[in-house]
């Protein structure tokens, strides 16, 4: 057992020379086997001479001393009769000095001892047992000390661990109050940022795209360069708030996970796509596409952002190849998009994953930074990983894994087949990714 630095323990008494209990009835029983030894052999020496005495007597019936003779054998029988009374008397004497010694060295000694160690199994670890009796005893009692001070003190650290242990979760129950207040405060930032800032935001677009349109080409080319300017620039701030806004929204807000059919949400993807995918000429094919369960709306947005990245960061004069293929693992579905485009340096396939990181400047790849950060949030939600590899062609491979539906299997007359984007213009703006 180990022992605390610094706790107390108690050292077993060391018996003094001569004073074992064993040694010292040893010699009791050794003294009376001798007193018993000597007063047998008087009686059997008694005895004995009796018997001549009788035999005597016997045979010289009539003779003159038969009177002293009669009188020397009722002397033996009265020193028989002694020697017996004397040997009782010292066996009941002997019981009684043995009986004595045992309940002062062993039955009260025992006695102490088991009170004070039934008073510790009652919890009284602060009382020390005191060292009673000698001997064997004396080293009993002070083992049973050394384990009742080993007791207190691993008491005393279970009571301060417990004491800790309430202390952290104490500390738990404020910050968990402490993550509700920031969360209260970041849903109430969400409703100032979705209408008191996009608001006016609005406006300023509204009012500089008019300014585009009617007095494009009446005013000079730096004129018409500081519109165009503004006009973007409230273009990306609408799409950035949008994005944190989507981005803080993951996770707070409990949806209920249904079967979604991705053959439908991969449509989706590509009819909002619609228009880069026409002027970039993009080729897009899938393998048939399972039903997944979570929710639909950020499950497209997922496909729709790993498919924007994948047209988007393509290599000059080289049209976009995208393949969203499946993998069935067993215990869930693995995704992934394979691309042709410029790819990612493995060093940095980590940090592409951080929110407001690029490895591009803007003006040669437009975005917010958030899409793939807002990919990696809804697939964690999701109970799901996203990871970038390395495509064989020298493109980039986002792979990522969603639960898996209850029962259900991917459909087997999915087209494969390559897909172009339709002809109808985008929706919403897709959520840019790095």
Same mark, same amino acid.
């Given at each position: ?31 009376? !086997? ?173 009012? !500089? ?122 215990t869930a579905w693995q995704l992934s998009c394979t691309d042709n485009g410029i790819g990612i ?50 493109? !980039? ?38």
């Amino acid at each position: 057992m180990s022992r605390p630095v610094g706790a107390r323990t108690a050292q077993p008494r060391t018996a003094r020379p001569g004073a074992s209990l064993r040694g010292r009835v040893a010699r009791l029983l050794v003294v009376a !086997t001798v007193v018993l030894v000597v007063i047998l052999a008087v009686a059997l020496v008694a005895l004995a001479r009796t018997d001549v005495v009788l035999d005597t007597l016997v045979a010289g019936s009539g003779a003159p001393d038969q009177e002293q003779l009669y009188a020397q054998a009722r002397a033996w029988e009265r020193l028989i009769l002694a020697a017996l009374i004397l040997l009782t008397v010292g066996s009941v004497g002997l019981s009684l000095l043995v009986w004595k010694s045992l309940e002062r060295e062993i039955i009260r000694p025992l006695g102490a001892l088991a009170a004070a160690s039934r008073a510790a199994a009652d919890g009284q670890l602060d009382h020390e047992i005191p060292p009673v009796g000698s001997g064997e005893v004396a080293a009993l009692a002070a083992d049973v000390e050394h384990m009742r001070a080993e007791l207190a003190c691993q008491v005393e650290q279970l009571r301060a661990s417990h004491a800790e242990t309430e202390r952290a979760h104490e500390l738990l129950r404020q910050q968990a109050a402490e993550l509700a207040r920031s969360n209260r405060d970041l849903e109430q930032f969400a409703y100032v940022a979705s209408h008191d800032l996009q608001e006016p935001l609005r406006k300023v677009a509204s009012f !500089t795209q008019l300014l585009a349109k009617r007095y494009s080409g009446r005013l000079d080319a730096r004129a018409d360069q500081y519109i165009d300017f503004a006009v973007d620039g409230a273009r990306r701030m609408q799409r950035l708030i949008q994005d944190l806004l989507m981005f803080s929204r993951v996770g707070r807000v409990d949806v209920q996970a249904v079967e979604v059919d991705l053959e439908q949400v991969f449509a989706d993807a590509l009819a909002e796509l619609g228009e880069s995918l026409r002027a970039t000429g993009a080729e897009i094919t899938h393998d048939p596409l399972p039903v997944v369960l979570g929710d639909p709306t950020l499950l497209r947005l997922v496909l729709t952002n790993v498919l924007s990245n994948a047209v988007k960061f393509r290599r000059p004069d080289v049209p976009p190849r995208v393949h969203v293929g499946v993998e069935d693992t067993g215990t869930a579905w693995q995704l992934s998009c394979t691309d042709n485009g410029i790819g990612i340096d493995p060093r940095y396939a980590e940090r592409v994953f951080v929110i407001f990181q690029r490895l591009h400047a803007k003006e040669v790849y437009a975005g917010t930074g958030i899409g793939l950060a807002l990919v990696q949030r809804i697939v964690e939600y999701h109970s799901g990983r996203v990871w970038i590899e390395p495509a064989p062609d020298g493109g !980039t491979t986002v792979a990522w894994t969603l639960p898996r539906a209850v029962s259900v299997a991917p459909p087997q007359d999915a087209a494969q087949g390559p897909q172009q984007g339709p002809q109808q213009g985008p929706q919403e703006g897709p959520q840019k990714g790095s």
